[in-house]
Nanobody, 125 residues
């Protein structure tokens, strides 16, 4: 069983940066077997994948809209996943969710078994 808690959202001006942190509560090193990722839901739009990172080889995937601006990382020893967001624009405004699943494909299509409550990111122009 894995539960997720996000933090680090807030308000920032365009061009600014925010760091989102997801802490997974898991027992017995379960976290190390999970792909971790971030989804976001922007106003009036469907939820979309932002980035994810695999558990063993730390392979990453990014949405085209965030490539070169966002970086996902993880620390298995601390059960954390971090999304560093730079050069933010108003189009990045939305509710950001941490997700986790043993099945990378299932996570990538938005059907991850574990979701956090979300943290709001607001970028003003």
């Amino acid at each position: 069983q894995v539960t997720l808690a996000e933090s680090g959202g807030g308000s920032v001006q365009a061009g600014g940066s925010l760091t989102l942190t997801c802490i997974a509560s898991a027992s017995g090193g379960i976290f190390t077997g999970y792909t971790m990722g971030w989804f976001r839901q922007m106003p009036g739009k469907e939820r979309e994948a932002v980035a994810y990172i695999t558990p063993a080889d730390y392979s990453t995937w990014y949405a085209d809209s965030v490539k070169g601006r966002f970086t996902i990382s993880r620390d298995n020893a601390k059960n954390t996943a971090v999304l560093q967001m730079n050069s933010l624009s108003p189009e990045d405004t939305g509710l950001y969710y941490c997700v986790a699943d043993r099945d990378r494909l299932r996570l990538s299509i938005g059907h991850a078994l574990r979701w956090g409550q979300g943290t709001q990111v607001t970028v003003s122009s």
